[in-house]
């Protein structure tokens, strides 16, 4: 396809004079890994070579759009958003360090270092032998994937505590992209979302440092997803989400203050509760709660706290929370 007829080109032309920050991708891993390895999105797929196919030429595609929309705005701003969860060994064993490094290679690096360090992951080749020649790449994609960004989109839910276990598959051939001997086991002592994810707001930190640390000349960054599902009956009862938010915002103010990651802006997931892809209507994220049959938003206590501490623009998050 010629860059002057793609789809970022089009978008690009129409909105270009209105629009200056441009994410190319959102998520590019659960679009591949989730959708053709895991099955859980579309197209419910379980696959191997085809899963980290997909993974790569999303990539790619990134790589064309940033250059169709700097040809067509030169002035906007460019960059990409990754799901990004730190893998840490669930304990000290060599197992379970092993572990959090597939954990990383999959759900981590198989990005950020192609996007952000202009080449393939150290490993990915061996984890992946039998189950894929990663024939797919070609000359020249690192250079298009690597394209110099304006910015980074960083969203973070949980960390993942790794544990070593045999691979489902004797037959390596037969592995999918997701099945690389590890499972994520609970934390004692750690408080779990309705979705059963962990909160650990030092993942963020430990995310933003890491990033920094690992390649230079990192662009600017933006958590432009952080979130907890938390339902409760009644709107105005809500301190797990305003203690997530705080916590979370007091874990990236430290990355920028003790790292001196550059980070520009956080944003909260979500405004108002929404559709889930394959989770539905169930998870509630919402600053606000949907009645759904109704369409009724009602501000939750999370939404009034956080209106109140951006009202004050010092630039600090106070915890604050009913009840604690």
């Known amino acids: ?12 032309d129409r909105l270009g004079d209105r629009v200056r920050d441009w994410i190319t991708l959102n998520e590019p891993y659960v679009s591949s890994i989730a959708g053709y390895a895991e099955g859980r999105h579309a197209p419910g797929a379980r696959e191997g070579h085809g899963a980290l196919a997909a993974a790569h030429h999303l990539l790619i595609g990134h790589g064309l759009a940033v250059a169709a929309l700097r040809a067509a705005a ?13 893998a840490v060994p669930a304990t000290g064993s ?15 690096r198989q990005f950020t270092d192609p ?21 797919f790449r070609r000359d020249g994609d690192l250079e298009l994937i690597g394209a110099p960004l304006d ?14 276990v045999p691979y489902e598959q004797s037959d390596p051939a037969l592995r999918t992209a997701s099945d690389i001997g590890v499972r994520s086991v609970p934390r004692d002592g750690v408080p779990l979302t309705d979705l059963g994810w962990p909160v650990e707001p030092q993942g963020l930190y430990d995310t933003l440092t890491g990033l920094a640390g690992r390649y230079p000349g990192l662009p600017p960054v933006y958590v432009t997803e952080n979130g907890i599902a938390e339902l409760r009956d009644d709107p105005a009862d809500d301190p797990a989400r305003i ?6 915002v007091a874990a990236a103010a430290r990355a920028v203050t003790d790292a001196g990651v550059d980070l520009r802006g956080y944003f909260y997931w979500s405004l108002i509760d929404n559709f889930e892809w394959a989770r539905g209507y169930g998870p509630r994220f919402g600053l ?10 009602t501000p939750r206590a999370s939404y009034h706290w956080l209106r109140e501490q951006l009202s004050r623009r010092t630039g600090k998050v106070v915890l604050n929370v009913p009840g604690s």
Not at 243 to 248: D, W
Request: aromatic content about 10%.
């Open 1 to 12: 396809m010629c860059i002057r007829d793609s789809y970022a080109t089009v978008v690009a």
């Open 74 to 86: 030169p002035e906007a701003r460019v960059g990409i958003t990754l799901n990004l969860s730190p």
């Open 94 to 108: 060599a197992a379970d360090a092993a572990a959090a490094n597939r954990m990383d290679l999959l759900l981590n």
């Open 115 to 135: 996007v952000l360090g202009g080449a393939y992951p150290d490993g990915f080749e061996d984890l992946y032998a039998g189950v894929s020649d990663l024939s």
């Open 151 to 164: 910015f980074l989109g960083v969203n973070y839910y949980y960390r993942i505590h790794a544990a070593g």
């Open 243 to 248: 203690r997530f938010v705080a916590e979370h």
């Open 288 to 297: 606000a709660h949907v009645d759904y049959p109704s369409g009724t938003r």
